[in-house]
């Protein structure tokens, strides 16, 4: 039914904070590359640098973790980089730059992920505040609650 597939995407939508637009970019990459959509379509928004800083627990929200990428704070293999969907590959090792070391919300970050546990896909050093994106997740580590079946048939209309 439209009303829930609607809804999947939406929720989806939100919890990566990406807008209708860049989503359907996602959704049409995800098409193209071998295997199933769904599982590509989330495999794409988990390589997002944004949410690789937040799975790494350097930001507390997915939406600080965009702040904290926006404004600078974080570099990919010693290289700053302020674009939140740039996409993090297996290997690449992501850091806080020395500027934003101080930061009392990266600490305090990382001490909520400490109790929350971290993914199996991210190395972390916390004392170094610096972690290697391992590899791209499978579906099977990913949240349960999406149905990514659902945006596949609603796009696929």
Known sequence: DYGTQLREKQKVRRIY???E?????????AASKKG???ENLLQLLECRLDNVVYRMGFGSTRSESRQ????KAISVN????NIPSYQVRPGDVVAVREKSLGQLR???????CAQRGRVEWVDVDAAKKSGVFKNVPARSDL?????????VELYSK
């Open 106 to 112: 990266i600490v305090q970050a990382l001490e909520l």
């Open 78 to 81: 010693g290289k700053t980089v």
């Open 21 to 29: 637009r860049q989503f359907r970019g996602y959704y049409q990459a």
């Open 17 to 19: 904070g990406v807008l």
């Open 36 to 38: 199933a959509t769904g």
């Open 143 to 151: 949240s349960a609650d999406i149905n990514e079946n659902l945006i």
């Open 68 to 71: 904290l990428v926006s404004h």
